[in-house]
């Protein structure tokens, strides 16, 4: 699959970044994320730049390890658990339907 180029923007800086179009979603969130990120703790700290970018990669790291280390979770787990909830919350609500 053919890469494409993606504008992006980080602290209001553009960025042109290639990536698959089956991944481009994925791409958006990961820099709406990673932007919230480094407005967070730019804010919190007073620190810019390369130091901000530094500390908010050690961060998001230091946040994944120890999730991992937890156990984490599993999201296509997840997505079936919510997926047979909605299936049972939408058969009682036909019921309470059919009561009135």
Do not use: W
Request: contains cysteine.
């Amino acid at each position: 699959m053919e890469s494409e180029s993606l504008d992006i923007a980080l602290l209001g800086k553009e960025y042109r970044v290639a990536c698959k179009p089956d991944e481009r979603e994925g791409l958006l969130e990961a820099v709406a994320f990673l932007d919230g990120k480094l407005r967070e703790l730019g804010a919190r700290t007073g620190v810019s730049g390369e130091k901000l970018a530094l500390m908010t990669a050690l961060n998001i790291t230091h946040e994944y390890l120890s999730s991992q280390r937890s156990g984490g979770f599993d999201l296509p787990a997840l997505k079936r658990r919510i997926g047979l909830m909605s299936a049972r919350l939408d058969g009682v609500l036909a019921q309470q339907d059919r009561l009135f």
